[in-house]
């Protein structure tokens, strides 16, 4: 699999984080699966191992998003977070339930481009 | 396109003027003042000349929104229907939106898409002349100075290279921003409003020589008008230096022929004593030779002036409907120096006018707003201009009292003049009379002595020379000796 097709779940509850994401991650040459609520995302995980990787904006959602995130890392998807409100308890939560990468918002393109890629080549 | 070789005009003429010409075409010039010193009111202009010349014209606005513009543009006058627009402002929806993107910085977003929108509606309309307003908002979404001095200048060169000339403002006077727009643009027209008024300055236009000024601003309900500073070195023409007659005998005699064509002569003296109407009087006789004529009065109304003419003889309202004379109330507060000027240039260039006559001096200073150094520069130049041009200029000086102390005129300005001659009241055996003396006269000898003169129903009555008098412009003369007295009475 190259990282150029990649599937992609993103989830944020914010709808223009999610579209501008989706656009960055389209112009990337990934497929992005974008989910805005939890409900969403509970479906989509769900659905069973179909995606590379999940990047998740964790701001706005429950204490559940944790439990959707513990059943993507049983499948063995990569996750990455994001949030603006509290990186270092996002930090140490997130590591419990699947999370490998925590970026700062606001982050810039390249660097959260750069972060997916290498995500989605380890596997 | 303008024609190569061409420059591409500002819509304002004094602008242009002061340019050689305007903007030099595929170039990019940089707008520079505070708000509200007319910059888009300049470039309601420049877009408006280029539809006028069959050009496209774009109006990018990052600022204000389109319909505001064109309200504002309407209230002056301005006819923007053949414009095209590039409305880049912020939304009010935007404000009203609960969610706003944090995920990354707005330099990220905005510039992509600012930049994909000037590039998609250039594309589409192939602009001749572009006008930014303000330009210096891209340094908001722009993450660091290095990236807003590339976008800035491959701007530039993206419209430069279609052909496009282009004109920006800069709303951020001090800002970092605008030392950066500054320097790469290929010239910088300031607006500025300082205690002397609305001024234009060209401090920076690389590839010709321009007039940096600062010169006069003005903006109505007709737009923005630029009045050059008057160079009277650029301007001259030949004339036959010779004297113009009163239309007195004896004033001529006292003058050794008149006054003389291109000179400047200041008549000097206390209220009432008959300056203007003296002036007045070279300018009756000029108009008997079909020569044009101009007074300014600053200090007297228009109204005044022709019933105070009508009676004593000197027939004003024929001369204003043979086009001899022209008399314009001049209301001081109203007008710069250099505003006058334009229209004393334009009665002089275009309308042919000879005789100048400005009414009184006092009145011009209050337009100078400055100190009695500023007055003597501007009227020199003036005064300059209208010698090289052939003009003769005549202005009045009140001075002085009644009677007592003589006085030859008010502050410094006398060396402006080529030639004094003076008015005085005397008092003489219990009645109050009046003398004229000329204290100078560069272009011929003049009679040194005084003569009386009255100001009657019949005109201006000259006496003969007032040899047996002594001590004249002490106001209390002394007679030399009983014969004298005959020759008074």
Same mark, same amino acid.
């Given at each position: 699999?190259?990282?150029?097709?990649?599937?992609?779940?993103?989830?944020?509850?914010?709808?223009?984080?999610?579209?501008?994401?989706?656009?960055?991650?389209?112009?990337?040459?990934?497929?992005?699966?974008?989910?805005?609520?939890?409900?969403?995302?509970?479906?989509?995980?769900?659905?069973?191992?179909?995606?590379?990787?999940?990047?998740?904006?964790?701001?706005?959602?429950?204490?559940?998003?944790?439990?959707?995130?513990?059943?993507?890392?049983?499948?063995?998807?990569?996750?990455?977070?994001?949030?603006?409100?509290?990186?270092?308890?996002?930090?140490?939560?997130?590591?419990?339930?699947?999370?490998?990468?925590?970026?700062?918002?606001?982050?810039?393109?390249?660097?959260?481009?750069?972060?997916?890629?290498?995500?989605?080549?380890?596997? | 396109?303008?024609?190569?070789?061409?420059?591409?005009?500002?819509?304002?003429?004094?602008?242009?003027?002061?340019?050689?010409?305007?903007?030099?075409?595929?170039?990019?010039?940089?707008?520079?003042?505070?708000?509200?010193?007319?910059?888009?009111?300049?470039?309601?202009?420049?877009?408006?000349?280029?539809?006028?010349?069959?050009?496209?014209?774009?109006?990018?606005?990052?600022?204000?929104?389109?319909?505001?513009?064109?309200?504002?543009?309407?209230?002056?006058?301005?006819?923007?229907?053949?414009?095209?627009?590039?409305?880049?402002?912020?939304?009010?929806?935007?404000?009203?939106?609960?969610?706003?993107?944090?995920?990354?910085?707005?330099?990220?977003?905005?510039?992509?898409?600012?930049?994909?929108?000037?590039?998609?509606?250039?594309?589409?309309?192939?602009?001749?002349?572009?006008?930014?307003?303000?330009?210096?908002?891209?340094?908001?979404?722009?993450?660091?100075?290095?990236?807003?001095?590339?976008?800035?200048? +491959? %701007? !530039?060169?993206? &419209?430069? =290279?279609?052909?496009? #000339?282009? /004109?920006?403002? $800069?709303? *951020? @006077?001090?800002?970092?921003?605008?030392?950066?727009?500054?320097?790469?643009?290929?010239?910088?027209?300031?607006?500025?409003?300082?205690?002397?008024?609305?001024?234009?300055?060209?401090?920076?236009?690389?590839?010709?020589?321009?007039?940096?000024?600062?010169?006069?601003?003005?903006?109505?309900?007709?737009?923005?008008?630029?009045?050059?500073?008057?160079?009277?070195?650029?301007?001259?023409?030949?004339?036959?230096?010779?004297?113009?007659?009163?239309?007195?005998?004896?004033?001529?005699?006292?003058?050794?022929?008149?006054?003389?064509?291109?000179?400047?002569?200041?008549?000097?003296?206390?209220?009432?004593?008959?300056?203007?109407?003296?002036?007045?009087?070279?300018?009756?006789?000029?108009?008997?030779?079909?020569?044009? +004529? %101009? !007074?300014?009065? &600053?200090? =007297?109304?228009?109204? #005044?002036? /022709?019933?105070? $003419?009508? *009676? @004593?003889?000197?027939?004003?309202?024929?001369?204003?409907?043979?086009?001899?004379?022209?008399?314009?109330?001049?209301?001081?507060?109203?007008?710069?120096?250099?505003?006058?000027?334009?229209?004393?240039?334009?009665?002089?260039?275009?309308?042919?006018?000879?005789?100048?006559?400005?009414?009184?001096?006092?009145?011009?200073?209050?337009?100078?707003?400055?100190?009695?150094?500023?007055?003597?520069?501007?009227?020199?130049?003036?005064?300059?201009?209208?010698?090289?041009?052939?003009?003769?200029?005549?202005?009045?000086?009140?001075?002085?009292?009644?009677?007592?102390?003589?006085?030859?005129?008010?502050?410094?300005?006398?060396?402006?003049?080529?030639?004094?001659?003076?008015?005085?009241?005397?008092?003489?055996?219990?009645?109050?009379?009046?003398?004229?003396?000329?204290?100078?006269?560069?272009?011929?000898?003049?009679?040194?002595?005084?003569?009386?003169?009255?100001?009657?129903?019949?005109?201006?009555?000259?006496?003969?020379?007032?040899?047996?008098?002594?001590?004249?412009?002490?106001?209390?003369?002394?007679?030399?000796?009983?014969?004298?007295?005959?020759?008074?009475?």
């Amino acid at each position: 699999m190259t990282t150029g097709n990649a599937l992609i779940l993103t989830v944020a509850k914010n709808d223009e984080n999610l579209s501008l994401l989706g656009d960055l991650l389209d112009e990337r040459g990934y497929d992005p699966r974008t989910v805005n609520s939890l409900a969403e995302f509970e479906q989509a995980v769900s659905a069973g191992p179909s995606v590379d990787l999940a990047v998740v904006d964790v701001d706005g959602l429950s204490r559940d998003v944790w439990a959707y995130c513990d059943e993507l890392d049983e499948q063995g998807v990569p996750i990455l977070a994001m949030t603006g409100t509290r990186p270092d308890a996002t930090r140490r939560e997130g590591r419990e339930h699947g999370v490998r990468v925590v970026l700062e918002k606001p982050t810039g393109p390249a660097e959260l481009t750069e972060a997916i890629q290498s995500l989605v080549e380890r596997g | 396109m303008p024609e190569h070789g061409t420059r591409v005009s500002t819509g304002i003429d004094g602008l242009d003027e002061v340019l050689s010409g305007g903007f030099i075409p595929q170039r990019s010039y940089m707008l520079r003042g505070d708000p509200g010193t007319g910059k888009t009111i300049v470039g309601m202009h420049y877009l408006v000349a280029g539809v006028d010349n069959d050009e496209t014209a774009l109006f990018v606005n990052l600022e204000e929104r389109q319909a505001e513009i064109e309200r504002n543009a309407e209230s002056l006058g301005f006819d923007l229907d053949g414009v095209e627009f590039l409305d880049l402002t912020p939304s009010a929806a935007r404000f009203a939106e609960e969610e706003k993107y944090d995920v990354f910085a707005p330099s990220d977003v905005e510039q992509e898409s600012f930049i994909q929108d000037v590039v998609d509606r250039v594309e589409e309309l192939e602009p001749d002349r572009v006008f930014f307003d303000p330009l210096t908002q891209l340094w908001y979404i722009t993450p660091d100075e290095h990236q807003f001095r590339e976008q800035v200048l +491959s %701007a !530039i060169r993206f &419209f430069v =290279e279609r052909g496009t #000339t282009v /004109l920006f403002t $800069s709303e *951020a @006077v001090g800002h970092a921003a605008e030392t950066h727009l500054e320097y790469l643009a290929d010239g910088t027209v300031e607006l500025a409003y300082t205690e002397a008024g609305r001024t234009v300055s060209v401090p920076k236009f690389r590839g010709s020589d321009v007039d940096r000024g600062p010169h006069s601003v003005r903006i109505d309900e007709t737009g923005l008008s630029v009045y050059p500073k008057l160079r009277p070195g650029h301007h001259e023409t030949w004339f036959e230096s010779e004297p113009i007659s009163s239309g007195i005998p004896e004033l001529d005699a006292l003058l050794h022929g008149g006054l003389e064509r291109g000179t400047v002569t200041i008549i000097s003296g206390p209220t009432g004593v008959g300056k203007t109407t003296m002036g007045t009087q070279f300018m009756k006789e000029a108009s008997g030779r079909g020569e044009r +004529s %101009a !007074i300014y009065t &600053f200090e =007297e109304s228009m109204q #005044t002036f /022709l019933n105070r $003419s009508r *009676a @004593v003889n000197i027939p004003v309202n024929e001369m204003l409907e043979r086009g001899t004379l022209i008399v314009e109330e001049i209301e001081p507060l109203d007008y710069s120096p250099h505003r006058f000027a334009r229209k004393v240039r334009d009665q002089v260039e275009e309308e042919g006018t000879e005789i100048v006559m400005i009414d009184g001096i006092s009145g011009y200073e209050v337009s100078i707003r400055g100190g009695e150094d500023e007055l003597t520069r501007e009227l020199h130049t003036l005064c300059r201009y209208l010698k090289n041009m052939g003009a003769t200029t005549i202005l009045i000086d009140e001075v002085g009292t009644i009677t007592g102390e003589f006085t030859a005129t008010g502050g410094k300005i006398s060396y402006v003049a080529d030639n004094l001659v003076f008015l005085r009241h005397i008092e003489f055996q219990g009645e109050l009379r009046k003398v004229i003396g000329v204290l100078k006269k560069r272009m011929s000898d003049y009679e040194r002595t005084l003569r009386e003169f009255a100001i009657t129903e019949h005109g201006i009555q000259v006496g003969e020379p007032l040899t047996e008098l002594r001590g004249i412009l002490s106001g209390a003369p002394e007679l030399a000796d009983e014969q004298a007295v005959e020759t008074l009475q």
